[in-house]
DNA sequence: TACATAAAAATTGTATACATTTTTTTATTT
DNA sequence: AAATAAAAAAATGTATACAATTTTTATGTA
């Protein structure tokens, strides 16, 4: 269904075009976003630019007219506050996942296992996904949301390993969950996100 | 120094006008916003206008070309994200609060006893700005401040009552961040805002 | 060389005009 | 009278032009 949608406006385009080479480093950070440069680039005029650019700018992924260069401590700003959502997050889990939630986080621990390399990263995000998803709250699914680029960007040299223990900290959430046991699955979840921002300072710094 | 301040932008003057028009009542919830009206009325083009309207729509005042009109329901959600992050930050600042802020808290809760309505109220939303800045952390700083808006519009109707114990529970969390107890601190602090929470929906529903 | 300053260039902010889409109104049919 | 389609109007999206600002470069001086 989605596949055949209508493309979008000008500024949206731009807005994909834009945050996709951010995300991927093809525009690194400090770079300068100059609108008339991306405009000539993509054959439209600066206003719907404009528009994509500031929606960036709201997302945090330009900064003073440059691609953001998130330092240490936005990295562990970020976590901090990710801890404490998703944490509540893997707690809510616990009292109202469904079934097929359930059964599709197994599903992901099992991927995580067993995939190929693109499957496992799409696994494991989808698997904290599922869990945010479920506190049922859009709120804090948008904050959350909101902070996943500038952290993605981030941890784009370290995407490609795979921290040990990570799946088995899944496992852990994910039989937390499956037991109905909030504080455990919190508990489990914040650990989780901890060892994932130490691994992650660790590689880079 | 701020009062002589030079005038912003065109784009930044539509952004206070309309959001001001919004949080005291002006603009009232459901009301379309069209971007050819705002620019006649502040004698600008559209141009400024749309920057503006952008910008209010990120911060959640603005929602498909209206004004919001936040239902139980989104109050709910945000003071849920609230609870846990100025929970947190309560808990912080048991830890790195310094004297002079200490003293400032004190001077809020003593406004809160002794001032006039007006003193009354800024001196309650200072006291918890001072601890929320008190976190360190400006994601999370953000956060909050954005959602600050959206709850305010709701309980406008509400934000000249005096809900009875709020001074005294103001008291209890400075008295424990002043212990340096952050454990009781962070209790504290959500049991009074899930309170608030129930006064505001109370009175409304 | 280092620093300040003026001129030039580049970039962003805003106005206006037109194109496209969405909403409202009106007309028509059942 | 209700439902539908066609037409008109309104509103938004985009392009272009120009004004204001910021950044860069060039130039002169200590």
Redesign the pocket.
């Known amino acids: 269904m989605y596949g055949s949608e209508r493309s979008r406006?000008?500024?949206?385009q731009s807005y994909e075009m834009l945050r996709d080479k951010i995300l991927n480093g093809e525009l690194q950070g400090g770079t300068?976003?100059?609108?008339?440069?991306i405009?000539a680039e993509l054959?439209?005029?600066?206003?719907?630019i404009?528009?994509s650019i500031r929606k960036l700018e709201y997302e945090g992924l330009i900064v003073n007219?440059r691609v953001v260069k998130p330092t240490e401590k936005d990295l562990r700003n970020m976590f901090q506050v990710r801890i404490l959502l998703e944490g509540y997050s893997a707690q809510c889990a616990a009292s109202y996942i469904k079934e097929k939630e359930l059964e599709e986080l197994l599903a992901c621990v099992e991927i995580g296992r067993n995939g190929e390399v693109e499957e496992i990263m799409k696994a494991n995000e989808r698997f904290h996904e599922i869990i945010v998803q479920s506190s049922n709250n859009p709120v804090m699914i948008d904050i959350i949301d909101r902070m996943q680029s500038t952290i993605y960007l981030f941890r784009k040299t370290v995407v490609f390993y795979n921290r040990p223990h990570l799946i088995d900290e899944h496992e852990q959430i994910y039989e937390a969950i499956k037991e109905r046991d909030g504080q455990k699955a919190e508990q489990l979840m914040k650990s989780h996100l901890q060892a994932d921002l130490e691994f992650c300072l660790h590689l880079i710094g």
Chains 1, 2 share one sequence.
């Open positions: 406006s000008a500024s949206h300068k976003i100059v609108e008339e440069k405009a054959g439209v005029s600066r206003t719907p404009r528009e007219k």
